[in-house]
């Protein structure tokens, strides 16, 4: 059941701002948006939200657009990832911060403040989208927070429905 998430000040973006939008897209994943896709820009909660056919898009983070789960789940990106073991599923569902030791594998050009995917290791689905605080090869063998969470499977971003 979605839970109800309002969204004020929603306006269409013109051309010229969808393809700022989609660059930032690109410059953090390489992942490639229709550009010639409607895209409605919004506020959530002092969020700045990104909607485009009725799902969200994309947030911004501190001057960054961070992409949805949803969006990651359709365009799977090839770099910028963290596995976890099976075990840190349910936290991470729950919105908790990924911790060294669930880590089994991440991308070796993760740096400190990237903002990276999370997926489990059975099937490589996302879970949860953060920011690094150590690098990729740190992460696997660190112990501590490694990737501060912003966006999780179950979180309010995840239920929406337009």
Not at 110 to 128: F, M, Q
Request: glycine content about 8%; aromatic content about 8%.
């Amino acid at each position: 059941m979605a839970t109800e998430l309002r969204v004020r000040r929603r306006s269409r973006l013109r051309n010229k701002e969808v393809s700022v939008v989609a660059s930032k897209i690109f410059e953090a994943f390489a992942i490639a948006f229709d550009e010639k896709q409607a895209l409605d820009a919004g506020d959530y909660d002092k969020t700045k939200v990104y909607i485009a056919a009725g799902r969200i898009l994309a947030f911004d983070h501190d001057g960054k657009v961070v992409p949805s789960l949803r969006f990651i789940l359709d365009n799977p990106p090839k770099n910028k990832h963290v596995t976890v073991d099976m075990g840190a599923v349910k936290f991470l569902c729950n919105g908790a911060d990924i911790m060294g030791p669930g880590i089994v594998n991440a991308d070796a050009s993760i740096v400190a403040g990237d903002i990276v995917w999370v997926r489990e290791e059975k099937h490589s689905k996302p879970l949860a989208i953060g920011i690094a605080l150590v690098s990729g090869p740190e992460m696997v063998r660190g112990k501590g927070k490694a990737v501060l969470s912003l966006h999780y499977v179950g979180d309010s971003f995840w239920e929406f429905e337009d």
